[in-house]
Each structure stands twice: as structure tokens, then as C-alpha cells.
């Protein structure tokens, strides 16, 4: 694989789990709207779930 091929499959990776964290912010936003409430810290320990195993 190319270098400019692997910058292009990293960059789509960034932008896809951009794409998730925003969702999933704005899935708690909706949450707290409707009344419905999110735990906080389970929010955040998603959050950082996804980072601590995700590549870097």
C-alpha cells in the first residue's frame, strides 16, 4: 500500500469515528431533551472505552 493510499485510509478513520462521537453526543443531547436522562459517567466511561482501545 501506498504512503498517500494509507494517509487517505487514515484520514477516513478519523473522519468516521469523528462522525460516531458527535452522534453519540448528540444522542445524549436528545436524551436529556425527551426527559429521559444519561448517566454522565456512563457516557463518559463509553468515551473513553472507545479511545483507550481504539489505535492511535
Known amino acids: ?3 498517500a493510499q494509507q494517509v487517505l485510509d487514515y484520514r477516513r478513520e478519523i473522519d468516521e469515528n469523528q462522525k460516531q462521537v458527535r452522534e453519540m453526543v448528540m444522542e445524549s443531547y436528545r436524551d436529556i431533551a425527551a ?3 444519561r448517566d454522565c459517567n456512563e ?3 463509553e468515551l473513553e472505552k472507545r479511545y483507550n482501545n481504539d489505535r492511535v
Request: proline content about 11%; aromatic content about 22%.
Open 35 to 37: 426527559g429521559k436522562g
Open 1 to 3: 500500500m501506498s504512503p
Open 43 to 45: 457516557f463518559f466511561e
